[in-house]
């Protein structure tokens, strides 16, 4: 049976290379795919965690941004998120 498939393969290469340009096209689509899912997984985690982190706390006497420090003392910053 293999000497058959040999000697079909001497006569006409062209459904072999067919096939190969095919499995190699496969291949090349799967690992472009396999990286664009990477990337894509990569920016969703880092979105989620820039939006999930704890905002710094201030420290007593420094500007809080466009309002006025507050001169009655500090006060601990209590966190947004209520677990």
């Known amino acids: 049976m293999s000497s058959?498939?040999?000697t079909?393969?001497?006569e006409?290469?062209?459904p072999g290379i067919a096939l190969a340009s095919l499995?190699?096209?496969v291949a090349l689509s799967l690992v472009g795919m396999s990286l664009l899912l990477t990337v894509?997984?990569?920016a969703l985690a880092w979105l989620h965690?820039?939006?999930d982190r704890e905002p710094a706390p201030l420290r007593c006497?420094?500007?809080t941004g466009l309002r006025m420090p507050s001169t009655l003392g500090c006060t601990t910053r209590?966190?947004?998120r209520k677990f």
């Open 23 to 25: 499995n190699f096209m």
């Open 61 to 63: 006497g420094e500007p």
């Open 12 to 14: 006409n290469p062209w």
């Open 40 to 42: 894509t997984i990569a």
């Open 4 to 6: 058959l498939l040999l």
């Open 49 to 51: 965690e820039l939006a």
């Open 78 to 80: 209590q966190s947004w």
């Open 8 to 10: 079909l393969a001497r």
